[in-house]
């Protein structure tokens, strides 16, 4: 008799879960936690509990290297977002220890990665706005877009900061850290002595590609003293900057070459953090396949004998499989996946892949950095709380009979979790399936990864033994009928109907109608609303031809969500679509839609009309499902319409206090 092995995704996975030796640690597998860091800094620059939780996790989770992102070497020059950890910071040590013992108790080895920005560190950045009494140094003299002026560095200055990569390394390797990254890509400090056209000099450090990479390699080599032989030195490098003021690919295979015998892998990236038309590309959006970058790593790799990792957008294990297996690269970096579901490497590693919470790359983890200086993730209710999550779960006080009106995300989110805790739970949808505006969200061409999610909590909702009863809608008379213990209402919410004459005529499409049935639009269209919905539609249709002109009151487009997705759907917008900003919708007609702005009256000539003016809360609904019991908890878009995330984590957080 077979008996069944223990991890099966060691041989679904073999090369992904192959160990491997950079310098003088051995890693279990192929995975890295990519560095990032949300703002969960204190103001002194040390790393706060919240922020150690959030590493810990990761480790918990499988990955064999847990890596922080920008560590600032050189607080005084290099800072160059709001907040971040700041390495020559007093009694940032006792921060540093207690997160790396954290990450080795849980099974993974420390990185961090030593950064500084460069010229960013006095001027503005995406990060956020930095003191304007500091002074702001570059390669060579320039002047930002914003006006903001931006001094040569001194030599002196040079050489104090390589002086602090040496400090700063050691101090890291002190505080039990096994590796350090240094950063030498994404716009920062490096990166911006190594581009042709930023750095000017005339001096040793500038002309040649050769005195561009003086400093980064007099950085490496004091980093190197600092740690000491065999401690391993990871450098991040661009396989390419993707832009006229960086570097080529073929010089940035050059720089790999000059590094190769000082470092021990080297993780190629690419772009630009704070250029906004690159860092959609830097950290991949919905708009490009996962693992987009990974070429850039796989060219670099045959002109070094150093180990090579790749980053960019990967979230499936068999893809990851596939790059190592093939030798595009030794090892998979991964950032954003890892915030979605940290125990994607477990959930490999088991053989259990079908149930790894896909990221959508919606960059809400970005913009909670800056919004609320923490994180979070749209499909994972715990990121960001982490620390509240290490506390001890009060057992329910008895396993309750419960109701669940509506099987969207909220819905099926508090299904999963009453049913784990013990609860009888009905799960009661008035549609054919699962999943609410989750398929008319993930209908276009760009947003597979929703429907993705949707099909891994449908799969979560029924391994979790919930009774599912579809095509039924739930009334007061059903909840009297059924008499439940506690009440779920989650019936999500109903699309703005704007009181327009002529909204009614016959081609006038609601927005989900229109994404789920392509076929009943025409070629003109109309898109009334430039919020969320009404953009993603934009690009949607347009990507299939349709003409495209959307009609919106405010000054401008998505104003209501994360300026990261924005900076990556407006550009894509940008192809298709003729966007009409404050104006209003007066009539519509046969013939199109009768339009009003300070130019004064027009019409917009369409075939079809798409209605994407928002949604809206039932109340009415939600109240006299409530009226018919003691215990009830109002969840997602029927309590408040907003995004998926909001759906996830009030039905989370509520089911968990039953």
Not at 345 to 363: M, V
Not at 391 to 410: D, Q, V
Not at 646 to 651: D, H, I, L, P, R
């Amino acid at each position: 008799m077979n008996q069944k092995k223990q991890y099966s995704g060691k041989e679904l996975y073999s090369n992904l879960f192959s160990p491997i030796r950079i310098g003088n640690i051995r890693l279990k597998n192929r995975i890295i936690a990519a560095p990032t860091s949300p703002s969960m800094i204190t103001t002194e620059g040390h790393m706060t509990q919240e922020m150690t939780a959030y590493l810990e996790e990761k480790a918990l989770g499988g990955a064999a290297v847990v890596t922080y992102g920008e560590a600032i070497v050189h607080s005084a020059t290099g800072q160059s977002h709001a907040k971040q950890l700041q390495l020559d910071a007093f009694g940032v040590r006792t921060s540093l220890v207690n997160t790396t013992r954290a990450i080795h108790n849980a099974g993974a080895y420390a990185n961090i990665q030593l950064s500084h920005g460069g010229k960013y560190g006095g001027i503005s950045s995406i990060g956020g706005e930095v003191a304007s009494a500091k002074t702001a140094y570059g390669p060579s003299e320039e002047v930002s877009d914003k006006g903001e002026v931006i001094q040569e560095m001194p030599k002196e200055l040079i050489y104090e900061i390589i002086e602090s990569y040496q400090k700063g390394a050691r101090l890291c390797k002190d505080c039990g850290f096994d590796m350090v990254q240094v950063h030498a890509a994404h716009g920062w400090l490096f990166s911006q002595f190594l581009s042709p056209v930023q750095n000017r000099r005339n001096d040793e450090f500038g002309g040649s590609l050769e005195n561009r990479a003086r400093f980064l390699m007099l950085a490496l080599d004091a980093v190197r003293e600092g740690v000491g032989p065999g401690f391993p030195i990871e450098i991040r490098l661009s396989g390419d900057d993707f832009s006229l003021s960086g570097l080529s690919q073929k010089d940035c295979v050059e720089v790999a070459v000059m590094i190769d015998s000082k470092v021990d892998l080297i993780n190629v990236s690419c772009g630009n953090h704070e250029d906004s038309d690159l860092f959609c590309r830097t950290h991949p959006s919905a708009f490009f396949p996962r693992g987009c970058n990974v070429y850039l790593a796989a060219e670099i790799k045959k002109h070094v004998k150093t180990p090579v990792a790749c980053v960019g957008g990967l979230n499936d294990p068999a893809q990851m499989e596939s790059i190592i297996a093939s030798g595009q690269a030794d090892l998979v970096e991964v950032a954003r996946a890892l915030l979605a579901d940290p125990n994607l490497p477990k959930k490999a590693l088991a053989g259990n892949a079908e149930d790894i919470t896909p990221c959508l790359r919606c960059y809400e983890c970005f913009g909670e950095t800056i919004k609320g200086e923490s994180v979070k993730c749209t499909v994972n209710p715990v990121m960001g709380q982490q620390m509240a999550a290490k506390l001890p779960e009060k057992a329910p006080e008895w396993k309750k009979r419960i109701l669940i009106a509506g099987g969207g995300p909220a819905g099926m989110e508090a299904a999963i979790v009453a049913a784990e805790r013990g609860h009888t739970v009905a799960l009661v949808e008035k549609s054919e399936k699962l999943g609410g505006n989750l398929h008319a969200a993930g209908a276009s061409f760009f947003k597979k990864d929703i429907i993705d999610f949707c099909n891994v909590m449908q799969k979560r909702v029924e391994k979790a033994g919930v009774n599912i009863v579809l095509n039924t809608e739930v009334t007061p008379e059903y909840i009297r009928d059924f008499n439940p213990e506690a009440l779920f209402v989650a019936i999500g919410s109903r699309e703005i109907v704007p009181p327009v004459k002529g909204i009614d005529l016959p081609l006038v499409v609601m927005a989900a109608d229109a994404e789920l049935h392509p076929e009943k639009l025409g070629k003109r269209i109309v898109i009334i609303g430039g919020g969320l919905v009404g953009c993603e539609a934009g690009v949607s249709f347009g990507k299939e031809g349709k003409e495209i002109k959307i009609v919106e009151m405010k000054a401008d487009l998505i104003s209501d969500y994360n300026f990261f997705y924005k900076g990556a759907l407006l550009p894509e917008l940008k192809k298709y679509a003729e966007v009409y900003l404050k104006t209003t919708v007066k009539e519509i007609t046969p013939e199109g839609v009768v339009c009003e702005n300070q130019e004064g009256c027009f019409v917009l000539e369409a075939d079809t009309v798409v209605c994407a003016a928002g949604y809206k809360a039932p109340y009415d609904a939600v109240d006299r499902l409530c009226e018919t019991v003691d215990e009830y908890y109002i969840v997602g878009d029927c309590r408040n319409a907003g995004q998926i995330y909001q759906a996830v984590s009030t039905a989370y957080y509520a089911a968990k206090s039953v």
